[in-house]
């Protein structure tokens, strides 16, 4: 018997034509025929045997020419069989004995789609081809290209018609999306399944299906669906929130207007389909697949999408057919989100109850609202402000931010060591039976991780005599100011070097219960950068009901102002901690200059350069001089000791790293929520925003240098320029800032800087800056204001609309104004070109450095890789990692995406192929699983590749160490798996490096314990696939035969010294390396922050500069004591980093601890501010110096160590007096 074949690598059109044949053969019609479902490569599975009863060959194979060619050479071999190829690409086939006729019907019907056309398209083609029946019943029917879907009836029309018949005006309305093929095809068991559980929560269901995009109709855009069925005839908006089931951008690249969402206003909650059964997606750790995180998850985010629940699962039937199959939880969950946030919309303002979560990393009282860049008791105070003015009930306010604190302050704190029992006795309180109550509504094995770790509920942390549990925090009115539990790791300290997945306290789950239940907040506003909740144990995206940051979050809505800078964090606020997120301003900046025993260096080199050429028996004079000035300033182990051989090269380093220095950027305070910057802040910003390029217009000093034909870039990037090359860019930076500050003086109009430039020769270029500054960069900057706008707005359900994160200062403006959503990347297009420019320049730059300093190149690099750094530059870590292996991508040129690897020719290359290691962070295993298996791929290709291992590094060092472990016993093929184990990270579940917890916690005594802590925490290989593989042997491996670690920074709002992370994961590396291996690694960081002019320097070297410019210049710390409280946490935090990068990495001396000591405790007018504003910073500063000398990591100079003990105690002793 003769059938039709009809072959498809598209599953959603196999679904659709083995559907139709199903639903005839039910009718009793049955057509021979068959669907093939084809992957890429199959094709060659075809024999001539395969077809030699086909009646008809039908080929619909989307992007598979290969697999087009494949199939007709093999019909070829049956030239009667008539065939079709349906064109999903350039260049169709054409077909074999099937007249046009036959073809234009057959792709009307497919066009028009729907169950009733492809049957009718099955009983065509079985009367054409197989002579069965009398053809189709009717001809193709062009269906509803969309409508408001009710079950059980016929879609309606309009909006007036459905909400006659199902909208009570009375009842809050949730509008939702859906694509049009569910509705063509029945797919509608899952939709049913959410209408049903909206109107049983008491609401109303508003169900749209519409084409994803236009569809056939290029006038029936989504938007125009949304004005049409969304708005009533009074323009008014009719839902109070959408569930978005797309599984793509409703915006990108398609003919909607871009902000439709944003016009609409409501806050859109994205229902996520799995394309798994529920089994393999609870035994999923990632949850989500790599496809969905990049073409649902990533994509939806540039709409302002809010993340909601997985709500259904793709299970199959007995017979074949998948289908949408609800998920009982998350369908729930998914309504009661959406519930939440329509009563934000409708529920008085003077009614709802808000929690605000201030962040307390290391849970201690110097911490208290530890946001990154931010004054937290200040945006705390314009919060309550503003939200008193919009009718909250927020208490009444004292008027000053400071002593909004101080209640802070006096109320229960994280910090038990100075808990009063009047502390204890007015503490908010929930009782252990309560907790054991609610905990039982929990899924068993979550509260078994909880028991096994902390015995029995309610467990030790924070419950008194009475068995109740202490809630830090006080109450204002309808407003409750929370301070974020301890994760739980400083009550089990030993915990922190073997269990990276150790479970949440009972306390932590009980807080968030007491908030959401108890008090009854209508949402949370999680203040600042960042806590703990949204990186709790669990599924890396896609949450279930064991995850912990899902149990915590459960239903509310989450508002959380995060630093639009640090985008990788934020982005897993986002998705683990389902936030609305409000990006907000880095703190402000300025140029650092020179000061103290920095600013008398630069007189006496120009004393050296006057007295070796016109009076040489005198340098030696000035150069020990200059010595003596180095020694002071602790900077003898960067430029070494001068020598006669050695006096030019060493003055040429003290010159230019003074060069550096003076330009480099110092914060001068901290970003005050919805504070627009003015005066001096405005200017350093604007200053600091136009010393990069901003897509064609060139920096203001590139601009310049043109102009004025000054080799600027090329000084700029010499290792070691001349005093003469120096004054050169100085006398361009000169004439900047007077441009800049000629024209702050006029208000930054526009249109009054032409006569700046008059006495400069005539650019395009410098026009183009000085019109970007005046049109684009001050609007921008004046925007600011909607940090506080919006996050007030959200509180009312209104739609935090979405823009970009990253960094303005790397180029990228569209960042401004801040306050939006921000979001990411795709993932796929990592690494771009821009970036592929970048990653080159890195590595060859460290390759320089490295050989000469060693003379020879680096056999293994090890590289800490972040989510962060790689979404502002487009994947510039991943480009020096291919770049290092030998490896290019090839990008797909009409989406830029990348397509496939390159190996790079040796020749080409003109260097060895480096092995390289990379130790990635867990939002990049989360975020960006393509870049895991780029980077194992390209390892792959170079291991195979045939070549001698003395110039194929990453062959030579997999070939020993898989001959090592099958020597062991090892199974070979096994053991060679192993041995290509190159990208490093947390176990599932996990996040983090362990060093920064192990420090903070003092739990270690050597090297050895920092060792174990980072072998622990990063010893798992994720393979192509993103599967995890426990390997703390093979992580041991790699570190300890490491030449090489360097980690790159891309943006001049942060340095290694913003926060613990920086040195957990890089200095980690180097502690772990130099205890397995004996021996210290080179330690570099790349600089990438100006894109034209990459830098990398020694981690030493970079150190110093940070610390030097930044941590003991009196700008920056006359900076933080405007900021009280929050600006001594930031010195704390500083010494505290000090000392932690010491600890790893052996930077600090003797000459820098007693500088920081001096000027952070033992000047008497810091002390006496910080003993006022914030003691217990005073006290942990104290604390970390003398743990530096008793480690032995400082020899303090007595007298010294005399004064700091004296403080020290008596600050002790105050605090002790003050929680008494």
Known sequence: ???????????????????????????????????????????????????????????????????????LNVLNEYPDVPYLVLAHGPNPARPRGVEPETIEQMTKYLAYSGLRNIENLWRYLAHAFLHIGKGATAEPQQLRTDGLYYPGEEPYGTLAEFAAAHLDPDKYTVGFFFLRDDWLWGNLRFYNALIAEIECAGMNALPLFTHWGSGASKERTLETCVREYFYDADGKVVPDVVINNHRMSLRLGRANDPKFLEKLGVPTLQAYHSKQDEATWRANPAGLTPTE????????????????????????????????????????????????????????????KVAIVLHNYPANNTNIGCAADLDSGASLFRILQAMQKDGYDVGALPDTAAELWEEVLAHMTNDRRYLSETMQREATKIAGSDVIKYEKTLPASVVQKMNDTWGNAPGDAFVNNDEELLLPGLRRGNIYIALQPPRGFGEDPSAIIHSPTLAPTHHYLAYYH??????GADAFVHLGTHGSQEWLPGKQMGLSDECYSQITMDDMPNIYPYLTTIIGEGIQAKRRGQAALIGYLPAPT????????????????????????????????????????????????????????????????????????????????????????????????????????????????????????????????????????????????????????????????????????????QSSALDAVLALITESILPKIQGVGQELTNLVAALSGVMVPAGPGGSAASGNLEVLPTGR????????????????????????????????????????????????????????CVAEILYLLGVKPVWRAETGRVERLEVLPLNELGRPRIDVTARISGLVRDSLPQAVALINQAVALVADLDEPTNINFVK??????????????????????????????????????????????????????????????????????????????????????????????????????????????HGGMVAASRALGGKAPRSYVGDSSQRSRVQVRTLAEEFQRVVQS?????????????????????????????????????????????????????????????????????????????????????????????ELRDIYLATEGDLEERSE
């Open 1110 to 1202: 930044e941590a003991l210049n009196p700008k920056y710390i006359k900076g933080m004591m405007e900021h009280g409280y929050k600006g001594a946490l930031e010195l704390a935090k500083r010494a505290m980093l000090s000392y932690s990068w010491d600890a790893t990495s052996g930077v600090m001396n003797d000459a820098l601890y007693n500088r920081i000591t001096e000027s952070y405790v033992l000047d008497p007018e810091v002390r006496e501010w910080m003993q006022k504003v914030n003691p217990w910073a005073l006290h942990e500063i104290s604390e970390t110096m003398l743990e530096a000398r008793q480690r032995g990591m400082w020899n303090a100079p007595e007298e010294m160590l005399a």
């Open 590 to 761: 300025a140029q650092g200059g020179l000061y103290g025993d920095w600013e008398a260096l630069a007189p006496l080199l120009d004393e050296y350069r006057h007295y070796k050429i016109y009076e040489p028996k005198h340098t030696a004079s000035v150069v020990a001089d200059i010595a003596a000035l180095v020694e002071k300033l602790g900077m003898t182990e960067v430029f070494g000791t001068p020598t006669a051989e050695t006096q030019e090269e060493y003055m040429l380093k003290v010159h230019n790293f003074l060069d550096d220095m003076e330009s480099s950027e110092t914060h001068t305070g901290l970003h005050i929520l919805g504070e627009v910057p003015t005066g001096d802040e405005l200017y350093a910003l604007v200053r600091k925003l136009v010393a990069v390029a901003h897509g064609d217009v060139p920096s203001l000093v590139d601009a310049l240098a043109e102009a004025l034909d000054i080799p600027y870039a090329d000084i700029a990037q010499k290792p070691l320029a001349t005093p003469e090359e120096l004054a050169q860019k100085r006398s361009v930076d000169r004439k900047a800032e007077e441009l800049l500050q000629a024209l702050a003086a006029r208000d930054w109009q526009a249109d009054t800087w032409r006569d700046l430039v008059a006495d400069t020769p």
């Open 1 to 71: 018997m003769k059938r039709v074949y009809w072959l498809t690598n598209i599953d959603s059109q196999a679904d659709h034509v083995a559907r139709a044949l199903r639903s005839l053969r039910e009718k009793n019609e049955t057509i021979p025929a068959e669907v093939v479902r084809v992957k890429s490569g199959d094709a060659t599975d075809f024999t001539p045997s395969s077809f030699q009863d086909a009646a008809l060959v039908v080929m619909s194979f989307m992007g598979g020419q290969t697999l087009v060619e494949e199939t």
């Open 956 to 1065: 030579k060092h997999i070939e020993a160490d898989a001959a090592e472990l099958a020597a062991a016993g090892t199974d070979p093929a096994a053991a060679l798996k192993e041995a290509r184990y190159r990208v490093f990270g947390c176990p599932p579940g996990a996040y983090g490096a362990g060093v920064g917890n192990v420090l903070d916690e003092k739990n270690w005594e050597n090297e050895s314990d920092l060792a174990d802590a980072y072998l622990a925490w990063g010893g798992y290989a994720y393979d192509e696939n993103g599967m995890a593989h426990a390997s703390k042997e093979a992580f041991a491996q790699r570190l300890k035969t490491l030449d090489v670690t360097v980690k790159n920074e891309d943006t001049s709002d942060l340095n290694l010294m913003s926060s613990d992370d920086f040195n957990a994961y």
């Open 514 to 519: 007491y908030l959401r239940d108890v008090f």
């Open 821 to 876: 959503n921000f979001y990411g990347i795709d993932p796929t297009k990592m690494p771009s070109a821009t970036a592929w420019k970048l990653g080159t320049a890195l590595g060859d730059a460290l390759l320089e450095q490295y050989v000469a300093e060693e003379g020879k190149y680096p056999e293994q690099v090890g590289i800490i890789v972040w989510a962060g750094p790689n979404l502002r530059s487009n994947g510039q």
């Open 293 to 352: 995180i990049s073409a649902t998850v990533a994509m939806i985010e540039t709409d302002g999408i809010l993340h909601g629940p997985v709500a259904s699962h793709r299970e199959v039937e007995p017979g074949g057919e998948p289908q949408r199959e609800p998920w009982a939880y998350g369908l729930e969950l998914l309504v009661r989100k959406a519930k939440r946030w329509a009563t934000l919309r409708h529920k008085p303002n003077a009614a709802k």
